[in-house]
């Protein structure tokens, strides 16, 4: 059980690990997107200024990064392509910031399990996870909220150092129908709290496609 369960934190993990310095000139317009995920489909649009791209585009997002001069965050995401649906990415970051904020989507089959048990069995073993590793974590919030197209969404603030570096990440949590759907944004504190609205914003326009 505690195995299955890890994927939120997992990717919690995996985003503040896709950080480093460096980095030249990219462009990016809003971007709206569509991706596969057991028989389904999802669209969203992504914020101002954000490239990305769904799990078949991976390869190519890295090439982008490559060209940006962060070829260390590229090698991670191709490295982690088997848990992402899709990667995105602030382009201002790439350009001036040592840490990049980011987007993930990831997935797992429900089974027979509710959303608020996914949210108490996902947050326990994150707390394992994190007092295992060192790692230190606070949840400034965590609710089940009708938010989007979906009346129950599993809505979380927490703020974590991972391996020296402090970030603030919100995740968004959604059952539908035998899947759960994991999306997390992960930036520094201080622009994560300039555009947690954006990342509500591209959290309402993220729809499943039956």
Request: proline content about 2%; charged content about 30%.
């Amino acid at each position: 059980m505690k195995k299955f369960f890890l994927i939120s934190t997992t990717i919690i993990i995996l985003s503040v690990t896709i950080l480093t310095a460096g980095g030249c000139s990219t462009n990016a317009a809003v971007t709206y997107v569509a991706a596969e995920f057991i028989g389904s489909d999802f669209e969203l649009a992504l914020p101002e200024k954000w490239e990305g791209g769904t799990k078949k585009e991976l390869d190519s997002v890295a090439e982008d990064l490559k060209e940006a001069g962060r070829a260390e965050i590229a090698d991670k995401v191709v490295a982690s392509k088997k848990d992402l649906l899709f990667f995105g990415y602030d382009t201002e970051d790439v350009i001036s910031n040592d840490v990049i904020s980011t987007l993930t989507i990831c997935g797992e089959p429900s089974g027979s399990i509710s959303l608020e048990e996914y949210i108490e069995i996902s947050y326990k073993n994150m707390a394992s996870s994190y007092e295992e590793a060192g790692y230190d974590f606070k949840i400034i919030e965590k609710d089940i909220v009708p938010l989007g197209n979906y009346n129950e969404t599993g809505r979380f603030i927490i703020e974590q150092t991972v391996d020296g570096i402090k970030t603030k990440v919100v995740q968004y949590i959604v059952k539908h129908k035998n899947d759960f759907w994991v999306l997390t944004f992960t930036a520094e504190p201080g622009k994560f709290d300039e555009n947690i609205e954006k990342f509500d914003e591209t959290f309402e326009s993220f729809k499943i496609i039956d």
